[in-house]
């Protein structure tokens, strides 16, 4: 587990920030949802407020020594010859344009594979080529807002990690949600691996060194997928086979308003 430090400077009292927790787009089959992806990233790309951290699984980076390689999902665009390369060379310039607002990459755990079985670590090679944070499998971030005019500083904790397994029953994700934001002591919260979205705030009262009661807000997200489980045309996906359910497209974010030290989460 990792820690950083990302600091952020601001001019006004009404200004929002985004943060997109991007992950499990999967890139190199055809059950990736480029379009979607791509509109994601002109979205933070034209937003002067929003930052993101990736969230892992960035390349699908399975091989034909693997049980669940299928040469017919495979994204045309991908080189037979160099499949993992030519994954990796497109995830850094899908990135590349939002590279300066990254708060650091994870790895997850199809990157893990490749460098488990192939000896390759596309995803430091990732972080080397657009020059941002590796984050290990998961991390501590404090996140510290300064306004120009003053030296107050606004901090917010978030802890992220890929995660793992297969919860498929909307009890069972809100449950691994529920048991993550547990664990760990911060703001905010983000999960990935699990191909869904959903969210949680919760609402805590503190005592501070003024014996003043204060409501804290935690709120944390299942992070979201860009890897279509079921694809019309296309040979099913392992997800498919499995007889996963449908993945919910896209990602949540995490309003940020540091001056007044609000904290949302947004589907």
């Not at 601001?10 to 055809?30: M, V």
Request: glycine residues 8%.
């Amino acid at each position: 587990m990792e820690t950083k430090e990302f600091r952020v400077k601001y001019r006004s009292r009404k200004d929002q920030f985004k943060l997109f927790p991007l992950g499990d787009i999967h890139a190199g089959t055809k059950h990736c949802a480029e379009g979607e992806i791509k509109r994601q990233i002109k979205e933070i790309t034209d937003d002067p407020f929003a930052l993101w951290i990736g969230m892992g699984d960035y390349m699908e980076a399975i091989t034909p020594n693997d049980p669940r390689w299928d040469v017919e999902v495979i994204s045309d665009w991908v080189e037979n010859s160099n499949i993992v390369e030519s994954q990796r060379k497109w995830v850094v310039n899908l990135f590349r344009p939002i590279a300066d607002k990254c708060v650091g990459l994870l790895e997850g755990n199809h990157e893990a594979s490749i460098r488990l079985r192939n000896y390759q670590d596309v995803y430091l090679d990732i972080c080397r080529d657009l020059k941002v944070t590796p984050l290990g499998y998961s991390a501590f971030v404090r996140f510290l807002f300064s306004r120009n005019v003053t030296k107050d500083v606004t901090t917010f904790v978030g802890v992220f990690m890929h995660g793992s397994g297969a919860a498929q029953t909307e009890g069972g994700k809100i449950m691994r949600l529920k048991r993550f934001m547990d664990s760990f002591e911060a703001d905010i919260y983000g999960l990935g691996h699990i191909h869904d979205i959903k969210t949680d705030s919760i609402a805590q009262l503190k005592i501070n060194e003024a014996n003043n009661i204060r409501e804290v807000l935690r709120v944390g997200a299942i992070t979201g997928s860009w890897f279509r489980t079921y694809s019309q045309g296309v040979r099913a996906s392992y997800a498919e086979r499995k007889g996963y359910p449908p993945t919910v497209l896209g990602c949540p974010h995490f309003t940020i308003i540091p001056d007044k030290k609000i904290l949302k989460v947004v589907k």
